[in-house]
């Protein structure tokens, strides 16, 4: 009996053979589940407006939903490959423990990010234009409501408390980082990303590049559990993407964005390639101190001129990444769109190349 499952394990039970059975399981969730999701947000009226579309048309707002269900599924399959047929357990080269940790973050994130999509479907005001626009949770309150995603990675202690800091070299944060720096950073990841948006195909198209170009920096370094999730991450996003690309079927929401966020702070704090993350995530923070400039009021959305394209907010006065492209010339929604995902790609790739 033993020899007769020898193939089977070898197929499945090895360690790349099951995360590519893993991502396809995320692709396909994700792919077949979205339509679904696109139906049920479009009967309960959870919807937002597509600023970029002539009418202002309003459309299913929720893609966390989707591509936090690939995953989860994704991840799933991959422990049970490793634990089932492999039986690898907690001192292995997977730990069980730090991917369900991982998948409770995953949970709790998506249904903050639900919540405040939900939230706004209550609160609809009436612009000067005729068009309703939805108002979610206070700004002041999104990083308090992060928080608690960061809880399972504080109890299992992710990570490693040493760091190697530019200038001044490797520093033992001791309980600190557990308990400060672990939270922090998982909170500034989740809102960080939030800060970059209003374009169709823009949050997914970035997150695709950016847990690819991790998971594969991380998977070669050994460090399988944060591949594994930032990998089946990318597969997810890859699936959404077909419905999000321009002209977008649903929209990102908060739920796609926390979620983008946790996923970055989550893998990097069990890879323990935090350097890696600054990196790759260099966009978001260019992002942050340019929204500071405007003390977090400037919006990314142009404005729509006769021909399609985008006319900036602000004029000449740069408050975001978006800007600096409806700057440069009569462009549409997807060349900005398509520009910042070549500024990512080009971040994405340095890890490979300067650590």
Not at 150 to 158: E, G, N, T
Not at 223 to 243: C, G, I, K
Not at 323 to 349: K, P, S
């Amino acid at each position: 009996m033993k020899r007769a499952l020898c193939p089977w394990k070898s197929k499945l039970g090895g360690r790349m053979e099951a995360l590519l059975a893993a991502v396809l399981v995320s692709f396909l969730t994700t792919f077949f589940l979205t339509p679904k999701v696109i139906e049920f947000l479009r009967s309960i009226r959870v919807v937002a407006v597509d600023f970029h579309k002539r009418g202002k048309p309003l459309v299913p707002a929720s893609g966390g939903l989707c591509v936090s269900s690939g995953v989860l599924l994704g991840i799933f399959f991959y422990t049970a490959v490793q634990t089932f047929l492999f039986n690898h357990t907690a001192g292995s080269l997977v730990n069980p423990v730090h991917l369900l940790a991982a998948t409770s973050s995953i949970l709790i994130v998506t249904l903050t990010g639900f919540l405040d999509d939900l939230n706004v479907k209550a609160r609809m005001v009436r612009t000067k234009d005729g068009v309703n626009v939805k108002v979610g949770f206070p700004q002041w309150i999104k990083p308090v409501l992060t928080l608690p995603g960061a809880i399972p990675l504080v109890v299992i202690k992710a990570g490693v408390t040493r760091m190697d800091l530019p200038f001044i070299g490797v520093v033992d944060f001791g309980l600190l980082y557990p308990l400060l720096i672990i939270p922090v950073g998982f909170i500034g990841a989740s809102n960080m990303v939030n800060m970059l948006g209003g374009f169709n195909g823009l949050e997914a198209g970035m997150g695709v590049i950016y847990t690819l170009s991790l998971g594969l920096y991380i998977w070669i370094a050994g460090e399988r559990e944060a591949a594994v999730l930032l990998l089946t991450a990318s597969a997810a996003l890859l699936a959404f993407l077909r419905y999000n690309w321009c002209p977008a079927k649903i929209l990102a929401g908060d739920s796609l964005t926390y979620l983008l966020g946790s996923l970055v702070a989550t893998g990097v704090i069990l890879g323990n390639m935090e350097r890696a993350g600054l990196i790759v995530m260099t966009p978001f923070i260019v992002e942050f101190f340019l929204k500071a400039r405007s003390r977090f009021k400037a919006s990314c959305i142009g404005r729509i001129r006769e021909d399609g394209s985008l006319e900036p907010p602000y004029g000449r006065k740069i408050y975001s990444w978006t800007h600096i492209f409806m700057n440069l010339g009569r462009l549409r929604e997807v060349d900005v769109t398509i520009g910042l995902l070549a500024v990512q790609a080009i971040f994405a790739l340095l890890p490979f190349f300067i650590l």
